[in-house]
């Protein structure tokens, strides 16, 4: 994945490499590598709010998030700047477009839950 991310955004993410990764089912290291954690850099707040329901929760904690799960979701066009993954600063998602969504798929990488967005005018 580091390639294909490379490819896509070349400065989008900081990587940190890894010399071993576990496999706790298996109860033996992961043959393969090198392993990264990957921490994407670009942050945007393009919710577009009035077409978005967006909730304020309280953690258990006290402190505060936002969500928008099973709401319509709608992300505003004029405050992408040429973003083709990004990680939307209120909510915390990681949002990409079409194009990045099929590099992915096409390179057969797994793990990844893609839900659609929509891309008001604004």
Known sequence: MKKIFESVIPDGFEYIEIEKVWAEKQACPIPG???YLANLLVERDTWDDEL??????????????ESIDGTKKFVQKSKLH??????????????????VKDILQKAGVQGIHFQSVRVSDK
Do not use: S
Not at 52 to 65: F, L, W
Not at 84 to 98: A, D, K, M, P, S
């Open 33 to 35: 590598g090198p392993f």
């Open 52 to 65: 978005t329901e967006i909730y304020p929760m309280t953690r258990v904690d006290g402190t505060r998030y």
């Open 82 to 99: 040429g973003a083709t993954i990004w990680r939307e600063c209120r909510t915390n998602h990681v949002l990409c477009t079409q194009e």
